[in-house]
């Protein structure tokens, strides 16, 4: 039955790449601007490695983000936004 359900997926998908009209859903999720990971870490007087560790970022990802190699993009934005809000939250529901 799974099989079935991915080829049908799978057709739709390639209806609506053609601008054929399906019976699809599309949700636009807004994410917050650019965040300074730099200053959210300093702020919170954490080396690159403990901000990592604790907030379950790769110490390689924070290095790439805070030298400006890469951007933050989607979920991870909207964490490290919360991060900068209340840091306490994410901690909270890290240690649930």
Request: glycine share 8%.
């Amino acid at each position: 039955m799974s099989g079935s359900k991915i080829l049908a997926g799978m057709r739709e998908a390639v209806a609506f790449a053609e601008g054929k009209p399906v019976d699809v859903r599309e949700t636009i999720v807004r994410t917050p601007a650019e965040v300074d990971v730099k200053a959210i870490r300093e702020r919170l007087g954490l080396s690159q490695q403990a901000f990592a560790t604790q907030f379950g970022f790769s110490p390689g990802t924070v290095r790439n983000w805070e030298q400006g190699h890469r951007h933050p993009e989607g979920p991870a934005r909207v964490l490290l936004k919360v991060i900068e809000k209340d840091p306490n939250a994410v901690l909270r529901a890290l240690s649930a």
